[in-house]
């Protein structure tokens, strides 16, 4: 049974720092963030391969990065100049399919999720 299990959320003011992590006992894996708000869609945040190569979504370029540590078999968001537009469910998942970073589809397995609420 995969599991994926995020922490690290929780509500601050614009402009500060936080770092989600994303415990799992799936390591061979392209892994991701994604983040949802109500009423939209869920959108692709970071991404990082087998190979460690990571991409991001235009809108965190800069301030987000992701990362892991194998040894702890975890995945890490840090957020950096929060914005209250970055308010939202952040959910980690991983996976092996076809296809664009950036689709739901590619990936088998979703943790619960962590709310991040950005206040200005």
């Known amino acids: 049974q995969v599991q994926l299990v995020e922490s690290g959320g929780g509500s601050v003011q614009a402009g500060v720092s936080l770092r989600l992590s994303c415990r799992s006992n799936y390591s061979r894996a392209c892994m991701a963030w994604f983040r949802q708000s109500p009423g939209s869609e869920r959108e692709a945040v970071a991404y990082?391969?087998?190979?460690?190569?990571?991409t991001y979504a235009d809108s965190v370029k800069g301030r987000f990065t992701i990362s892991k540590d194998s040894a702890k078999n975890t995945l890490y968001l840090q957020m950096n100049s929060l914005k209250p537009e970055d308010t939202a469910m952040y959910y980690c998942?991983?996976?092996?399919?076809?296809?664009?970073?950036?689709?739901?589809?590619?990936?088998?397995?979703w943790g619960q999720g962590t709310q991040v609420t950005v206040s200005s």
């Open positions: 990082s391969n087998s190979a460690g190569w990571s």
């Open positions: 998942a991983a996976g092996l399919g076809a296809g664009s970073w950036r689709e739901s589809s590619k990936y088998n397995y």
